[in-house]
């Protein structure tokens, strides 16, 4: 993992067409914006691993034990 501090105002470039800015800093909350590609899907964590776990439902008779 890789942490990068970053102040209101200033970016962070991702994979030469990704660019997270910190919009707004409140508190325990950030804002940012994302600027890329209109193909570059975006979910929130919370959403993403609900997208998953739907993706990994087993077929009938699959076993459940992790």
Do not use: W
């Not at 991702?14 to 508190?27: A, F, W």
């Not at 609900?50 to 009938?60: D, E, N, T, Y």
């Amino acid at each position: 993992m890789l942490t990068i501090p970053r102040k209101k105002g200033e970016s962070v470039v991702i994979n030469d067409n990704v660019i997270l800015t910190v919009l707004e800093i409140r508190g325990d909350k950030v804002r940012f914006e994302i600027q890329c590609p209109r193909d570059c899907t975006i979910h929130r964590n919370e959403d993403y691993d609900a997208i998953q776990g739907v993706a990994r439902l087993p077929s009938c008779g699959t076993d459940l034990s992790p």
